[in-house]
């Protein structure tokens, strides 16, 4: 048995985007100078940026929380890959995406919501970061929250520094940290 010719299944995969019926549509970009990513877009927005995708595990946290019909439709990626590539090539400062954070508990969202504010170029700390959002005390909270960032790069949990101001820990690892601050000439 042959599979489904290419064009044919590139058309589908269009369609399907194009008619609102996907819950998420994904993408995994191979050639970013911060390695493969799987970029993920609901009806609501960008939903998902991982790092080292594992693509079964990452699908299956996205139908967990957007809904079954998940899909590879790299056209319904367009706009977030064009901002990707000028954010690397550094001619973007900020993206101008819609977010889909609907399946972020409302601690993290008004965390991340705080993060988004932090500018290209700057930095803040766990601690000043749970300072603007009420919980003073709450600095470990905010690492967890960097932690699990469903939008790590567009939500810069990258420009989270330690207290002193050193480079602590990053989902996708401190390499990834150091070269993202980097490119914003936040570190020298």
């Known amino acids: 048995m042959t599979g489904v010719p290419t064009v044919l299944d590139e058309r589908f995969r269009t369609a399907a985007a194009a008619s609102g019926e996907l819950d998420v549509a994904y993408d995994v970009l191979d050639d970013t100078p911060v390695g493969r990513l799987l ?5 609501r927005g960008l939903c998902r940026v991982g790092f080292d995708p594992e693509p079964e595990a990452e699908l299956e946290r996205l139908a967990r929380h957007f809904g079954p019909r998940v899909l590879r439709a790299p056209d319904a990626l367009d706009r977030v890959r064009r901002e990707l590539d000028e954010y690397f090539a550094g001619r973007r400062h900020a993206f101008d995406l819609e977010l889909d954070l609907r399946a972020t508990p409302e ?4 965390v991340l919501e705080e ?3 932090v500018e290209y170029g700057h930095t803040t700390t766990y601690g000043a970061l749970a300072a603007q959002v009420g919980a003073p005390r709450a600095a470990r909270a905010v690492g967890t929250v960097m932690n699990r960032n469903p939008l790590p790069i567009v939500l810069p949990c990258h420009r989270v520094v330690g207290a002193n101001g050193s480079l602590t820990g990053y989902g996708g690892g401190l390499d990834r940290k150091e070269w993202l601050l980097r490119l914003e ?3 020298l």
Do not use: I, K
């Open 107 to 110: 601690f993290h969202r008004r």
């Open 185 to 187: 000439g936040a570190l």
């Open 39 to 43: 970029v993920g877009v609901s009806e």
């Open 115 to 117: 993060l988004d504010r």
